[in-house]
């Protein structure tokens, strides 16, 4: 894949796996990196959606290489993985 752009649009995008299973949503963006909070709560993925964002101990970040597509509300990862 090209090179992929994330940005702080997609804080609140979820994250899927490549069969299409929930793995998390994207908490925070920093420096065009996602960083992915696994099976977040309710509060977790509201403060996601309103734009409440900060990076914590829950939250990794997303290796441009793990992603195999991009929309507005989802990251899919590879299904290689």
Aim: net charge negative; hydrophobic share 35%; glycine share 8%.
């Amino acid at each position: 894949m090209a090179s992929v752009q994330i940005t702080d649009d997609h804080v609140g995008a979820s994250v899927v796996d490549g069969d299409g299973d929930d793995v998390g949503i994207v908490s925070a963006v920093e420096h065009g990196t996602a960083y992915v909070e696994p099976d977040p709560g309710l509060a977790a993925t509201l403060k996601a959606k309103l734009g409440w964002e900060d990076t914590d101990d829950d939250a990794y970040p997303l290796q441009e290489e793990a992603i195999e597509t991009v929309t507005d509300d989802e990251i899919r990862l590879r299904s290689d993985l």
